[in-house]
């Protein structure tokens, strides 16, 4: 049986704080869980409802998500030493290597430790002058191999809903399962 | 005492398919309803069209200028751009749209505007004329469509945009660039907040005293405009020219009124500088020095203001952004496919 979802709030989909909000559509809320699509103009007034990310949808997304990578295997022989300038290069690095898409989280975290990067004296050093390859491949899979065996649908989900443009950190990487 | 654990294994994986099958019925309605609305939005679009037939020449504010730019590339008639332009021109295209059209998102020239002629030349020279005719691919697929090679590792002429560059008695000559968005190592800050153009929040440079050079302008990334459609969701990753493309090109390079000002803030300057009175830096420790050149090849000026509303604008994007999604959902029913094809064989591996 599944437990009620904790959280139940007007969010608005689209952010001016979030990093990868679009300032897109200003008009577009979420309104117990339904999209609406305002439109101010005469002439564009006729749109209809456009349920675009209903929290139940999300839910049901991020539970089929969740199961999916929870059945990648973690690849255990991995003899390579990727040299890398970034975290979210790493990233990309390795899911072509292993032909494995990264969990969301994994590849929010790397674009945060990216980002935390950001302005420091050293932003622009390659990374891996500071932190050895090998050593920054295992932890990548240690954090992936966390999110994909332990998060929780609920949790992905509430952050979808507060990240329109979550899909930018969903891989398009289908392995054989 | 093995046979009722069989059966509850059976039942158990029937009730998955079952439970997949549905997922996958979900997932098709999403599409489906998302379908409805794009359709929906593309049809007010046309609404608007239709009534307001004039209105559309000076979308986004595009002056003659970007005929001219257009000119410009032409006149490079053995280049890969003036080439592809000249296919594009002529609809000739059949073959092109079938090949790569869908993918290559123009030539790097025609891609941005700025507000005026010195500023065009400026950038215009920075980047040099091969960067400037270069192609932009959004994915390794049309960089692969647009050179083929036979089993000896060379060039197939026959195919292509050599192919198609024949069948119009053109030949490229030389190397071309073709860059491919979705290999750029694009921006991970944030973006000023409320901004149309979806600026770079980069901060402004600062000399030890804390105060910013005298006549810093801006950076080269956030003074070029971009068309509302370059602005998103142009990658698999939802992002746009500025971030991906015109970041990798300009990094961080700062634009000052005067040469003196600049030079003042060289301890500030990092990814390279130039002054609207000609001064260039491409990069820490290398000066262009030396007279301007007039180049063949430049950025276009915008000049007068965009006449289509903002709600059509909005409306546009929200149409790109529904694309968007459409294109996740389709990442879904993948992964689903996949979940069921496993659970079907651990079934048949049990039967």
């Known amino acids: 049986m599944k437990r009620t979802v904790p959280w139940n709030e007007e969010v608005d989909v689209i952010s001016s704080d979030s990093d990868e909000s679009s300032s897109l559509d200003k008009e577009v809320e979420i309104n117990n869980g339904r999209a609406v699509k305002q439109s ?17 949808s ?27 300038s970034t975290w979210m290069g790493l990233g990309k690095s390795i899911k072509q290597l292993y032909g494995q898409p990264l969990h969301y989280l994994t590849n929010v975290l790397l674009k945060q430790w990216d980002q935390l990067r950001f302005n420091s004296e050293d932003e622009h050093r390659p990374l891996d002058t500071i932190i050895h390859p090998c050593k920054a491949e295992a932890t990548v899979w240690l954090i992936e191999e966390v999110h994909r065996c332990t998060s929780s649908h609920y949790h992905i989900a509430k952050l979808w809903l507060s990240d329109p443009m979550h899909h930018a950190f969903v ?4 392995p054989q399962l | 005492m093995s046979k009722p654990n069989f059966q509850d294994n059976l039942v158990s994986l029937e009730d998955k398919i079952r439970q997949h099958e549905d997922n996958l019925k979900f997932l098709t309605n999403q599409t489906n309803q998302l379908d409805e609305s794009i359709l ?16 559309t020449e000076n979308k986004n504010g595009a002056s003659h200028n970007e005929e001219e730019t257009m000119e410009q590339i032409l006149r490079q008639e ?3 751009a003036g080439i592809l332009c000249q296919l594009n021109s002529q609809h000739a295209s059949q073959a092109l749209n079938s090949a790569f059209s869908k993918d290559v998102l123009g030539i790097v020239a025609n891609l941005a505007r700025v507000d005026d002629d010195n500023l065009s030349r400026l950038l215009s020279e920075y980047l040099g004329l091969e960067t400037m005719l270069a192609i932009v691919c959004r994915t390794y697929e049309g960089v692969k469509a647009l050179e083929k090679y036979d089993g000896e590792g060379t060039i197939n002429s026959s195919s292509g945009l050599h192919g198609l560059g024949s069948s119009i008695g053109k030949k490229i000559k030389g190397r071309f660039v073709v860059i491919c968005l979705e290999d750029l190592r694009h921006y991970v800050g944030g973006f000023i907040a409320d901004d149309p153009q979806k600026k770079l929040a980069l901060p402004k440079p600062r000399l030890p005293n804390g105060e910013c050079p005298d006549g810093f ?3 080269a990334v956030n003074i070029i405009s971009l068309e509302s459609r370059n602005l998103t969701c142009l990658t698999g990753t939802g992002h746009g020219l500025r971030e991906t493309l015109f970041y990798n090109l300009f990094s961080r390079l700062q634009i000052y009124k005067t ?17 609207l009175d000609g001064g260039m830096i491409k990069k820490s420790g290398i000066f262009a020095l030396g007279s301007r050149k007039d180049m063949e090849v430049k950025f276009p000026v915008i000049t007068g203001e965009s006449d289509v509303p903002a709600s059509y604008i909005k409306t546009e994007n929200t149409i790109r952004m529904l694309k968007w999604e459409r294109t996740c959902i389709a990442g879904d029913i993948r992964r689903e496919e996949e979940l069921i094809k496993q659970v079907k064989a651990n079934f048949q591996g049990q039967t």
């Open chain 1, 40 to 56: 101010t103009d005469d002439m564009m007034a006729d749109h209809p409802t456009i349920e675009i990310t209903s929290e139940g």
């Open chain 2, 259 to 275: 040469r003196t000002e600049m030079l003042v803030a060289l301890p500030c300057i990092h990814d390279g500088a130039l002054s």
């Open chain 1, 171 to 174: 891989d398009s990487i289908f």
């Open chain 1, 58 to 84: 999300l839910i049901r997304r991020a539970e089929m998500y969740q199961e999916y990578m929870k059945r990648i295997p973690i690849p255990t022989r991995r003899g390579s030493i990727i040299p890398f």
């Open chain 2, 217 to 219: 302008v801006d950076y």
């Open chain 2, 40 to 55: 929906d939005l593309q049809v007010s679009l046309v609404k608007y069209h239709s009534t307001n037939e004039a209105g």
């Open chain 2, 78 to 80: 053995k280049s890969a």
